[in-house]
């Protein structure tokens, strides 16, 4: 049984993939040209996961564009979402990672998520959690629904936070 072209598994049926590789690709030329004006060395990665494209940096001296709790990695990906914008006439949801935070964040988050099910579940009582991220969020609530938990998100932005419940609330 063959795939579709240009499909692979971390890709969901009905994505475009040809628009989410350029995508991609604007974003990384983008994200080379910061690099080259601020003489930073880095390597660029581009890839389609889910229904997303993912841009990762990979150097040794990138903390710096990470920043103080990703806010900088944050901000950098909004412009580069701005740059797709501009060239596609389309909105992005293009995912950037620098040096790895997100991927070592998303590992950390999920155990805090499952960590405050855990909780939840034990306590029987409702868990509002720090303020977080859109991206952080959203990995929460991924952990607390495998849980088999509900979650919802609070707040208004900057200081928006999950709230965990328990199965019968």
Same mark, same amino acid.
């Given at each position: 049984?063959?795939?579709? /072209?240009?499909?692979?598994?971390? &890709?969901?049926?009905?994505?475009? %993939?040809? &628009?989410? @590789?350029? @995508?991609?690709?604007?974003?990384?030329?983008?994200? *080379?040209?910061?690099?080259?004006?601020?003489?930073?060395?880095?390597?660029?990665?581009?890839?389609?996961?889910?229904?997303?494209?993912?841009?990762?940096?990979?150097?040794? &001296?990138?903390? *710096?564009?990470?920043?103080? !709790?990703? @806010?900088?990695? @944050?901000?950098?990906?909004?412009?580069?979402?701005? +740059?797709?914008?501009? =060239?596609?006439?389309?909105?992005?949801?293009?995912?950037?990672?620098?040096?790895?935070?997100?991927?070592?964040?998303? !590992?950390?988050?999920?155990?805090?998520?499952? *960590?405050?099910?855990?909780?939840?579940?034990? !306590?029987?009582?409702?868990? /509002?959690?720090? /303020?977080? &991220?859109?991206?952080?969020? =959203? %990995?929460?609530?991924?952990?607390?629904?495998?849980?088999?938990?509900?979650?919802?998100?609070?707040?208004?932005? /900057?200081?928006?936070?999950? %709230?965990?419940?328990? +199965?019968?609330?």
């Amino acid at each position: 049984m063959a795939d579709e /072209p240009g499909q692979d598994e971390a &890709t969901e049926p009905g994505i475009d %993939v040809e &628009t989410l @590789e350029r @995508e991609g690709d604007i974003a990384a030329d983008y994200i *080379e040209g910061l690099l080259d004006i601020a003489d930073f060395d880095g390597d660029i990665d581009m890839d389609v996961e889910g229904d997303r494209a993912k841009v990762s940096v990979v150097g040794t &001296t990138l903390e *710096e564009l990470v920043g103080d !709790k990703g @806010e900088v990695l @944050e901000a950098l990906q909004e412009l580069t979402r701005l +740059a797709v914008h501009r =060239k596609t006439g389309t909105r992005s949801r293009l995912m950037l990672d620098i040096g790895g935070y997100r991927d070592s964040r998303r !590992k950390a988050l999920s155990r805090i998520g499952a *960590e405050v099910a855990d909780e939840v579940k034990r !306590k029987g009582e409702v868990k /509002p959690m720090a /303020p977080m &991220t859109p991206f952080e969020r =959203k %990995v929460v609530h991924d952990a607390i629904a495998s849980a088999g938990l509900r979650s919802e998100s609070e707040g208004e932005e /900057p200081n928006r936070y999950v %709230v965990v419940y328990p +199965a019968d609330h």
